[in-house]
């Protein structure tokens, strides 16, 4: 009997493949560059085409371009002395959402000096350069699928906070960031009335994925090496999977964990597919894992890597993973790197490998997103990129 139960438990620790999900043969293509890119700092990516921003001079620089990276419009957010954007998302309706920081409007003195001053030594004074107001008033921008900014929506006199993502739905807005003592959460409505702040665990646990539920509460998904949602730590650090009320109360946490592992969640979608890394017994490896809304694996696997980057949803139950692969895949032919090499490969709704784009040429990606009639289409730094 102990001999049966350790030839099981040995087979459930080597199995790569989700069970019933035989690898197909199938030959690596190489992914296709549509066109080059402006530098950028963010990106959302929606059936309306890419919008991408950066911070320029005090100012939000806005541009959308269609598919084949022509430019369609640009706009300029400078309506406050200071500005700076963080993190873009895009509503059903095409409208584009940035969350970042501005500075107060400050008020101009107006009493004037009575007098000349005498300047007997004929001094020349050099202007100072003026200093760069404290950005501390949390700011969202929405700007509609032609270019106009439709609304400005600013919380005063916050702490400066780093953003790291905001995630849309019917009922409002999520928005998820960083003061550097736990990750904050403030929720908006549509029409801009803020929430108090909520800080969720320590700087020990930090968060990289956001999705908001039509009811205002949300799935939230990082990593963690303390106590959160009173389940305790039991690798060098977990992935976490939490959920969290409107009102920002963790209602649900489940820890991916192995003793002596170092694990984090780097991207989701909204139907609980989730990529991150694993680091365990000196080896590194890619993990990719369909949930079900329970946070319960209905399939995983694991496969070598440098690091896992970016997460799709496809049509039909497939899913999209970008990642730096370092070794062959099983199933996959004509490809077996060298070194951290990114790829991107489709799972289909068993978790078989169905397609695999050699994406070489996909340097620092920003936004990854399947779009009806157009397929999968990534944004990095040296491109855009089409599947």
């Known amino acids: 009997m102990k001999r049966f139960a350790f030839a099981v438990i040995a087979a459930l620790l080597v199995s790569s493949y989700p069970a019933g999900a035989a690898p197909k043969s199938i030959a690596a293509s190489e992914i296709v560059k549509v ?6 700092e963010g990106v959302t990516i929606s059936e309306q085409g890419i919008t991408i921003f950066s911070n320029v001079e005090k100012k939000v620089l ?19 002395p200071d500005q700076i954007a963080m993190s873009a998302a895009s509503d059903k309706e095409g409208n584009t959402w940035l969350a970042g920081l501005t500075s107060a409007v400050s008020l101009n003195e107006t009493q004037s000096a009575t007098s000349v001053p005498v300047n007997v ?29 439709i609304g400005t929506y600013t919380e005063s006199a916050t702490a400066p906070i780093l953003i790291t ?38 700087a020990k646990s930090s968060f990289t994925s956001i999705i908001r539920n039509s009811d205002g509460s949300a799935q939230m998904y990082g990593a963690s090496s303390e106590t959160l949602g009173g389940k305790k730590l039991v ?25 002596r592992a170092t694990r984090s969640w780097q991207s989701a979608t909204a139907t609980y597919f989730l990529v991150g890394d694993v680091k365990v017994s000196g080896k590194n490896e890619s993990a990719f894992t369909k949930f079900n809304s329970s946070f319960v694996p209905t399939w995983t696997l694991r496969l070598p890597s440098q690091g896992a980057q970016l997460a799709t949803v ?9 990642f730096y692969s370092t070794s062959a895949i099983p199933g996959v032919t004509g490809w077996k790197p060298s070194t951290a090499t990114p790829i991107v490969i489709r799972f289909d709704s068993k978790g078989v490998i169905t397609q695999a784009l050699k994406a070489t040429q996909v340097k620092s990606a920003t936004s990854m997103a399947h779009i009806a009639k157009v397929g999968l289409v990534i944004v990095s730094q040296t491109g855009i990129y089409k599947g």
């Open 62 to 80: 806005v541009s959308s371009l269609d598919f084949l990276g022509a430019e369609k419009w640009k706009l300029a957010l400078d309506g406050a």
């Open 314 to 322: 496809a049509a039909n139950g497939n899913h999209y993973a970008l």
């Open 35 to 40: 066109a080059p890119i402006a530098e950028h």
């Open 121 to 149: 030594d004929g001094v020349v004074v050099e202007q100072v350069p003026a200093l760069r107001k404290e950005l501390n008033s949390l700011t969202l921008w929405k700007i509609s699928s032609t270019g106009s900014l």
């Open 235 to 259: 690798g060098l650090r977990d992935g976490i999977l939490a959920k969290v009320s409107k009102t920002g109360a963790l209602t649900n946490v489940v820890r991916s964990s192995a003793n």
């Open 165 to 202: 993502a905001i995630s849309i739905s019917s009922s409002g807005i999520s928005i998820m960031g960083d003061r550097g003592a736990g990750t904050v959460l403030i929720t908006a409505t549509l029409s801009g009335k803020f929430s108090t702040a909520k800080t969720i665990g320590t």
